[in-house]
């Protein structure tokens, strides 16, 4: 079955850049989205169609695609920013593809 | 505001049978797919499946065809997820979330979540 292979964990520094890399094969050919939760409390999506940003997400949160490897990158990190992140996409299945999120990626800040 | 509002946290025994719910206001219900995703205790995101209020069409991870079934009831803007038999590893946290529809597979908006525990 389809996978995303995301880091575990991240750690960065405050006003450092934080970096969260997700690898699939398919992701030339599917969008990626991005999700943030803290705990206790629902996904809050922050990258959707591989590089846009929802109204109300903070403009140092950005998204890249690069082959079968897209990037979460979140500029000038802040405290507020401590979350686990989730990338997720879809596979090429017949009838119908399937949605994957990859395992998520811890960002301690420091 | 886009709002999709869970039905509250359940305990039940094994073997018995549940639904829960995830009503949709602030939006055109019918327009948007409604996805659920189970979170296991201190685990990642798993999806479950999507379904189309509009024609009940119905998509369901591998992993879940046949353990649960995916509802709507369009008239009341709700979503469901429902089991016949829970075992103890349904023991999570169930979201559902909207999917808009020219929009790839991605969620935009989530539910608060619901808390599903199953125990003798």
């Known amino acids: 079955s389809y996978e995303l292979t995301q880091p575990a964990s991240v750690s960065v520094s405050p006003g450092q850049t934080a970096r969260i890399t997700c690898s699939g094969n398919e992701l030339p050919k599917q969008y990626s989205y991005w999700y943030q939760q803290k705990p206790g409390q629902a996904p809050l999506l922050v990258i959707f169609k591989d590089t846009e940003r929802p109204s109300g997400i903070p403009e140092r949160f950005s998204g890249s695609s690069s082959g079968t490897t897209v990037t979460l990158t979140i500029s000038g990190v802040q405290a507020e920013d401590e979350a686990d992140y989730y990338c997720?996409?879809?596979?090429?299945?017949?009838?119908?593809?399937?949605?994957?999120f990859g395992a998520g990626t811890k960002v301690t800040v420091l | 505001e886009v709002q999709l509002v869970q039905s509250g946290a359940e305990v039940k025994k094994p073997g018995e049978s549940l639904k829960i719910s995830c009503q949709g206001s602030g939006y055109s219900f019918s327009d948007y797919w409604v996805g659920w995703v189970r979170q296991m205790p201190g685990k990642g995101l798993e999806w479950m499946g999507v379904?189309?209020?509009?024609?009940?069409?119905?998509r369901y991870s591998p992993s879940f065809q046949g353990q649960v079934t995916i509802s709507v009831d369009k008239s009341i803007n709700t979503a469901y997820l429902q089991w016949s038999g829970l075992k103890a590893s349904d023991t999570a946290v169930y979201y559902c979330a909207r999917r808009p529809s020219n929009w790839g597979y991605g969620f935009d908006s989530w539910g608060q979540g619901s808390l599903v525990t199953v125990s003798s």
């Open positions: 379904i189309h209020p509009g024609n009940s069409e119905t």
């Open positions: 997720q996409s879809a596979d090429n299945s017949f009838p119908y593809p399937l949605y994957v």
